[in-house]
């Protein structure tokens, strides 16, 4: 969910709806399906999160410094 999210907000092509379905190791049959839309609220939750988490760890990183700078 976390790299369709990036991918939707680089690239306008891709968006909701998101289907997510969930396979056990060695099966291929699907055990849990899930269909996100455009207003979904579980989406809307995960993609603000995912960004105030990405904004703080932008936030926290350290300062470059430069060349002749102390």
Do not use: C
Request: aromatic share 6%.
């Amino acid at each position: 969910m976390i790299s369709l999210d990036s991918t939707m907000r680089s690239n306008v092509t891709v968006g909701p709806p998101i289907d997510l379905h969930v396979y056990r190791r060695d099966e291929l049959r699907i055990r849990r399906q899930r269909r996100f839309s455009e207003r979904d609220p579980d989406l809307i939750a995960i993609q603000d999160q995912w960004e105030q988490t990405l904004r703080g760890a932008i936030q926290a990183l350290p300062k470059v410094r430069f060349d002749g700078e102390s």
